[in-house]
């Protein structure tokens, strides 16, 4: 496998991840705007190119066919510059990201967004559980090396922007760190 210094990406691969409702979407949209990155929303690519199979009526989701969707993904992202944007992480190859943040929030918080975009019963309990219980920063702890793993709270517009500021931080380092 190659790893990120041999691949010499001429734009870093940023992972933003989190439970549903955290706030990526919301991220990752003005990020783009802000760094021209380009963001690469894994639910909709997926939905678009045919990447899910059978409903999990267990679940109330779809069931990603993820060989297909990495597949697809391979060639942009071996160029570089991407936002990837998707609640979950360890299916991706380690050697896609350069870093990976995870977005967090509050109980009340993320039980409030989720019951508001119409989320109830097993569904909401289940996103509650994950936050709760940390799933994706170990699952993310788990998949990528832990210096590149960055928590992030993303309660209030406030903390929104302080994440867009760090993160536009982080690129210039990278930036100035990867110059030929
Ligand atoms: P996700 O993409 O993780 O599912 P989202 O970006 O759609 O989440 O955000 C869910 C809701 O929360 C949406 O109504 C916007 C709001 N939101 C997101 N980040 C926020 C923040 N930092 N402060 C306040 N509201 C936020």
């Keep these: ?19 549903p409702g955290v706030g990526k979407s919301t991220l990752c949209q003005q990020l783009s705007e802000v760094t021209g990155l380009r963001w690469l929303e894994i639910s909709k690519i997926a939905k678009d190119n045919n990447c899910l199979e059978e409903y999990d009526e267990v679940y109330q989701c779809p069931v ?13 992202m071996c160029q570089g510059g991407n936002i990837v944007d998707y609640h979950g992480c ?3 190859p380690e050697r896609w990201f350069d870093v990976i943040f995870v977005l967090r929030t509050d109980n009340t918080t993320l039980y409030d967004r989720l019951v508001s975009r119409g989320y109830s ?29 960055h928590e992030l709270n993303s309660r209030t517009p406030e903390e929104l922007q302080a994440n867009i500021n760090r993160i536009c931080l982080w690129l210039q380092e990278w930036f100035h760190d990867n110059q030929n």
């Design 121 to 149: 019963g097993k569904k909401l309990e289940d996103n509650i559980d994950c936050e709760i219980f940390q799933t994706i920063l170990e699952e993310a702890k788990a998949s990528y090396k832990e210096n590149i793993v």
């Design 1 to 19: 496998m190659q790893n990120n210094q041999q691949m010499k990406r001429e734009a870093p691969n940023i992972l933003i991840t989190g439970t």
């Design 90 to 92: 360890e299916f991706f």
């Design 64 to 76: 990603l066919d993820e060989d297909k969707l990495l597949d697809g993904l391979e060639k942009v």
